[in-house]
Structures are given as C-alpha cells and as structure tokens.
C-alpha cells in the first residue's frame, strides 16, 4: 500500500491561505481515493475534503465549502488542498488519507494516514 507524507503547514493570519501537499510512495497511488482531515485540541478528526482516483469528484465539509479546493497529479503521486481565506477555527493538525476501495468521507473508510501537518490561524 501507498505511504503519505504532508507537507506545506505553518502558521498564517486570519484571512490568509495555505497549500497543503501530500505525496504518496509506490506506483498505485492513481488507484487510491484520497482525503484530508483535520484533528484539533480535544476535538475528533473530521474530513475536510476528499477525491475519487481521477480527480471528477470532489466532497467538501460543509465549514471549508467555498474556500477551500482538494486536487491531484496522479503523474506527481501527489494530492494538494489550498487552503484560502483562513480562520482560527482552521487550526488543527491536518491529515492525508487514502482508500483503494471508496472515497474516504470518514475516519472508518480509511485505509492509510499520513503522519500530520500542523496548520495554525491566528486572530
């Protein structure tokens, strides 16, 4: 199975943007869906978004609709969320995730986590 790596976290004004990378090892990552969730302080981890393996559908929670937009690049082995006009209440440790059967919409459709990336919103 695939393994992912995060990147491209940090610390940004309210208002600002973000673009979070996830790049996968091996050569069947075009056969995973893949997501993005998020985990803050004493809180569960939720989905943020999520995509099917070509990249023709797209699901958003409801508090990143319209701000937020998850692509990839199947020849890159990589999938992207830009993160644009942030709030605080975005802060959280942001998850790669990746499914070879479904689209991962939820913590219990996911096969593989990358380790986490740290996105911080400051007021």
């Known amino acids: 199975q695939v393994q992912l790596v995060e990147s491209g976290g940090g610390l940004v004004q309210t208002g600002g943007s973000l673009r979070l990378s996830c790049a996968a090892s091996g050569r069947t990552f075009s056969m995973y869906a893949m997501g993005w969730f998020r985990q803050a302080p004493g809180k569960e981890r939720e989905i943020v978004a999520a995509?099917?393996?070509?990249?023709?559908?797209?699901y958003y929670a409801d508090p990143v609709k319209g701000r937020f937009t998850i692509s990839r690049d199947n020849a890159k082995n990589t999938v992207y969320l830009q993160m644009n006009s942030l709030k605080p209440e975005d802060t959280a440790v942001h998850y790669c995730a990746a499914n070879n059967r479904m689209v991962p919409t939820a913590r219990r459709n996911v096969d593989v986590w990358g380790q986490g990336t740290q996105v911080t919103v400051s007021s």
């Open positions: 995509i099917n393996t070509s990249g023709g559908y797209t």
